[in-house]
């Protein structure tokens, strides 16, 4: 696996005191977004009779409501970097709860589409993305533990939701059921309103100055100087890329696509790209993972229509769960050939900017002793 990306967030997070209580906001966001449109399958067998539609046509309710959830990612990092979490989770709890209560009063099998799938599709949307990036701008070294537990929130509230959807079913039917849904969503702008905005006032640990300039001080010395010469080549060659950025990369970083290691996991991100570039990178996977999502189930009800017989939609989902697999294997082989040239790349730079550092050092001393001696 690549090397965790540098932290430049220029400031110390407080891993722990509120952002426990935003990792619980987290919690009930990302719970609702991963679990709550798997919960409504429910009522797909009802829908269908209702409206009297084939499989694949109600497929497309849970297909448009997923692919829409990962379509608004991108326009769900350009709000969380323009207003922050708060605010975006609050809007999406909103969203999700105006389509629901709209969906009740359906009339067509269109009407869900837009109403169950677009509208609360892009209300999830604003629930996921913020509740991920937040996380990270309070925990560094305590972020796995804090990811590890927001993500739980996905079965929780999905064993949760099953029984709780089947008595609502029963007693209300799917329309009551809709409503009602659409005011328990409402919890995801109590999860929001916690996600405070982490203080960025507290200064990181001030690193200790050299004692003096004198044999491996000096060197070192020597070395840093080479270092930013070389540093400041490098932005003088990149200034005119850097200047001809649109203003859409100001909101979403594009460069990402570039990131090897961003292009092979799509998942791990947090240590591939780094807590700055972390609402931009799920911005661009959740778009990434919108055609899949979106044309999976309504094929998979085709060939239960087709064929009459589920056992073809388990071949398909089972080629599909194979493919990505063989990938994974390809691409690791390649990523840490890549990692390991690499590696040797860089030690050889840091020798030769070590031999630079010595013999500049040795040309000072040299002009120094010359002008004693004269």
């Known amino acids: 696996m690549p090397p965790a990306a540098k932290s430049k967030l220029g400031y110390t997070p407080p891993d722990g005191g509120w952002g426990w209580v935003v990792v619980f906001g987290a919690f009930i966001s990302i719970g609702f977004s991963y679990a709550f449109p798997k919960s409504l399958t429910i009522y797909f067998k009802e829908i ?18 997923l692919a829409s959830m990962y379509a608004g990612g991108p326009v769900s990092s350009v709000l969380v970097n323009r207003y922050g979490s708060r605010p975006v989770v609050m809007v999406g709890g909103i969203l999700v709860s105006t389509g629901m209560i709209l ?8 009407h869900l589409y837009l109403c169950v799938g677009l509208i609360g599709g892009f209300g999830l949307a604003f629930n996921l993305q ?21 993500m739980t929130g996905s079965p929780v509230v999905l064993f949760t939701l099953a029984p709780l959807n089947q008595w609502l079913f029963d007693n209300f039917g799917w329309r009551g059921s809709f409503l009602i849904l659409g005011g328990i969503v409402l919890h995801c702008c109590i999860a929001g309103a916690l996600m405070r905005p982490v203080n960025k006032h507290a200064q990181p640990k001030p690193k200790a100055e050299p004692a003096g300039c004198n044999g491996e001080a000096a060197e070192k010395v020597a070395s840093s100087e080479a ?19 649109g203003c859409l990369e100001t909101f979403i970083d594009l460069s990402l696509f570039k990131h ?16 700055h570039r972390f609402s931009s990178a799920v911005g661009l996977v959740t778009i990434i993972e919108c055609g899949p999502v979106l044309l999976g189930p309504p094929l998979s009800g ?19 769960m194979l493919v990505p697999g063989i990938y994974f294997f390809i691409m690791h082989y390649y990523n840490y050939k890549k990692l390991d040239e690499e590696l040797k790349q860089d030690v050889a730079a840091e020798l030769r900017t070590c031999e630079e550092a010595v013999q500049l050092k040795m040309i000072r001393d040299g002009k120094t002793k010359h002008e004693t001696d004269g």
């Open 302 to 320: 085709a060939l239960v229509d087709i064929y009459g017989d589920y056992k073809y939609m388990y071949y398909a989902c089972g080629v599909f």
């Open 260 to 275: 090897r290691g961003f292009l092979i996991y799509l998942v791990v991100l947090m240590d591939l790209v780094g807590a």
């Open 48 to 65: 269908q009779e209702y409206f009297s539609v084939s499989y694949s046509e109600i497929a497309w309710l849970s297909s448009v409501m």
């Open 130 to 150: 913020p509740s991920l990036t937040i996380i990270g701008t309070y925990f560094q070294i305590k972020r796995p533990l804090a990811n590890g537990l927001a």
């Open 227 to 245: 270092n930013a010469q070389s540093d400041k080549l490098l932005s003088k060659e990149n200034e005119d890329d850097s200047q001809s950025q």
């Open 103 to 110: 969906a009740s009063f359906g009339k067509t099998i269109m």
